[in-house]
């Protein structure tokens, strides 16, 4: 079986950070509009969990291309079998 790649393992990670960093500028935004601290942690962990969802939705949607079909086709028919 072939070992998945450095990027396939570190997408899970992309999106997790780019779902932070989005949600810190929405809790910093509504923060310096409120002055609130829980308010604007109430905001960052909806827009965490909001963006999370939203980008593996749209990671669901991406067809695969021909390398993944074939990876994808190997994992499922392995060789010894």
């Given at each position: ?54 980008l593996a ?15 994808l086709d ?8």
């Open positions: 079986m072939a070992k998945p790649s450095r990027k396939d393992r570190t997408k899970p990670v992309e999106l997790l950070v780019l779902s932070g960093v989005m949600a810190v500028f929405t809790g910093l935004i509504v923060l310096m509009s409120t002055r609130d601290i829980v308010l604007s942690l109430i905001f960052l962990g909806i827009a965490f969990i909001v963006v999370l969802v939203v939705m749209l990671v669901l949607a991406v067809r695969p291309d021909g390398e993944e079909l074939t990876d190997e994992q499922d028919h392995p060789e010894g079998h």
